[in-house]
């Protein structure tokens, strides 16, 4: 039997590589759950400091905009979602919570609209970019708006003296 192949049958090598595996999808990011990728643990280590504003850009159904709130009792949300059909989810999912702010509105280099790939199935695959695998969804067109003028347009940057 080739070394390799004895190393791997190995149940503490196996185990070890389960483990590694393991970490590099936590290193990576690659869940969108903030309860597992670390961002449940952020905003609570960050809830004690006097946060007013917090923009979700990418808001999807709001899941990461509620935890926001209730980290941040004095904060107002800004939840933006590009996404129409997702934002009317994001829109009712959040309609409880008066301090989050919900738009069907993406950040852009320009105002206007862009052309999206769209899975309903799947609403946290939402693209501007080819996918690198078939899919089963659809073009749709989403509003946009520059970073500044939206920022503007809602009041950041005012004075309140």
């Not at 595996?21 to 004690?48: C, F």
């Not at 069907?104 to 799947?122: C, D, F, I, K, V």
Request: positive net charge.
């Amino acid at each position: 039997m080739r070394p390799t192949a004895r190393i791997r049958r190995n149940p503490v090598i196996r185990t070890a590589a389960k483990l590694c595996r393991q970490y590099l999808k936590w290193y990576g990011n690659a869940t969108y759950k903030p309860e597992k990728n670390g961002e449940r643990w952020l905003l609570r280590t960050l809830a004690g400091e006097p946060v007013r504003t917090v923009l979700d850009v990418g808001a999807n159904v709001g899941s990461w905009s509620l935890l926001a709130a209730e980290a941040f009792p004095q904060a107002t949300i800004f939840a933006l979602e590009i996404v129409p059909a997702t934002a009317t989810e994001l829109q009712a999912r959040t309609a409880r919570e008066p301090r989050v702010r919900s738009f069907n509105l993406g950040l852009a280099e320009h105002t206007g609209t862009m052309t999206l790939r769209y899975n309903p199935a799947a609403s946290t695959h939402s693209t501007f970019t080819e996918y690198p695998h078939p899919w089963a969804g659809q073009q749709v067109e989403c509003p946009v708006m520059r970073g500044d003028e939206f920022l503007a347009r809602e009041g950041f940057g005012r004075s309140t003296s």
